[in-house]
């Protein structure tokens, strides 16, 4: 519910069905595939982006396009199954799913005014408490209906949707140019890794092509004792094992994640299926999202096929074999002998034929290591930087949109002074 005091005294407070027509969406029947064409728009929740919309990936015909529900121009669409909140406006005729609730502007409403009002807390709030105890949420219409809007003078919605949009402008180019300074430091991380391997961060004369003096280009197979990957199959669970059950989703820069729907196992499964890991282990993920890394570092697992592992031999820094294979060069190799179409796969044949130059002393490495991770280091406070300027942009929407439903962002029309 809106607080009446958090508004001014010339806004009117009324529930959706009162001001706007509700409209839920529909789904002509997929089976009869004259439905389906190239004339009509049909919007699901993934094309719902806080963004105006045009166009959808899907279109139907001018068949389909009668057992469906269209949209006139300037209609709000707002996601109430599943990822609740999901909203934009149309620019052109569309239709859309059961999985969204369609709000159409009354005379008394701007179309742009209600589409930026149910981006607010104020609104995601009241949608949220309406949520029917399922195990997907889901608002019904006639739930949906009864959510509270602010109604100022349509002039003072125009000049508030005008206020909004010149301050968003300012907080995109400014958003732009951090995703911007991202993709560079992500280019970077990669000229670092590039520069590593070639050798140019201990020998000052180093010709394109060529392998420093004292490094040797070694396969995986020739710097491991032993390379294998997990588990063919799926042991047996149990909800009060001390050993868990992970994959490749599981890597992550280096370290092992366990999260809430990583299986877990007992030690008599842990015994059935363990692998020779050690601290000279590194695990890489070869299945699906390939080349997550982490080392072991005794943690209570099992693998499953998905995790490759491998125990790199004396003498070989095992940070600088795990910086290679978050390398370009790794992913390349990785991308052009995966099998597999939908799912990609590295097979441990590849894998062990992976070619890695590596200089032979331990120190040469160390020192490499150490160069890599400085200067990767400096990148990732950089990012966390970045980061957390993003989200002080997200909270400066929202501060926005709060001055504006409040009436704090442009003064009220003079009628009403």
Request: glycine share 6%.
């Amino acid at each position: 519910m809106i607080d009446r005091k958090s508004i001014p005294e010339h806004w009117g407070i009324e529930k959706l069905r009162d001001v706007c027509d509700v409209v839920t969406g529909t789904t002509p029947p997929t089976k009869e595939l004259e439905n389906y064409g190239n004339d009509i728009p049909f919007v699901k929740p993934p094309q719902l982006l806080n963004k105006p919309i045009i166009d959808a990936p899907e279109r139907l015909s001018t068949k389909g396009a009668k057992h469906a529900r269209l949209l006139p121009i300037d209609s709000v669409l707002v996601t109430c199954i599943g990822n609740l909140g999901r909203t934009a406006i149309n620019k052109s005729i569309v239709a859309f799913n059961q999985q969204i609730n369609a709000i159409v502007p009354s005379v008394r409403l701007d179309g742009l005014f209600l589409f930026y009002q149910v981006q607010s807390h104020k609104f995601i709030d009241q949608l949220n408490k309406l949520v029917a105890a399922t195990t997907v949420p889901i608002v019904n219409k006639s739930k949906f209906e009864s959510i509270q809007i602010v109604i100022p003078p349509l002039s003072e919605q125009l000049r508030i949707v005008s206020k909004i949009e010149e301050l968003f402008s300012e907080l995109d180019k400014g958003k732009q140019q951090l995703e911007m300074v991202k993709l560079q430091l992500k280019t970077y991380r990669q000229a670092v890794l590039k520069w590593a391997f070639e050798g140019k961060f201990t020998n000052k004369d180093v010709k394109d092509g060529q392998l420093p003096e004292g490094w040797k280009s070694n396969t995986l197979k020739e710097i491991t004792s032993v390379l294998g990957d997990g588990l063919h199959g799926t042991p047996k669970y149990s909800s009060d094992g001390e050993y868990y059950f992970i994959n490749g989703n599981n890597l992550n820069n280096g370290k092992i994640k366990i999260n809430s729907a990583t299986k877990q196992v007992s030690f008599k499964e842990f015994e059935k299926y363990k692998k020779p890991l050690n601290d000279k282990t590194i695990l890489v993920s070869i299945n699906g999202t390939i080349g997550n890394t982490s080392f072991y570092k005794g943690e209570k697992v099992i693998l499953g096929k998905s995790a490759c592992y491998f125990n790199v031999n004396e003498g070989v820094d095992k940070r600088l074999i795990r910086h290679f294979i978050s390398s370009q060069r790794f992913i390349k190799y990785a991308n052009n002998t995966a099998t597999g179409s939908t799912i990609k796969n590295v097979s441990l044949k590849a894998m062990r034929g992976l070619v890695i130059p590596v200089p032979c002393t331990i120190k040469e490495q160390e020192i490499i290591v150490n160069e890599i991770e400085t200067r990767l280091s400096v990148c990732d406070k950089i990012e966390e930087t970045i980061n957390n300027c993003l989200q002080q942009s997200e909270s400066l929407r929202q501060s926005v949109l709060k001055q504006a439903f409040e009436g704090k962002l442009v003064k009220p029309d003079e009628n009403y002074n």
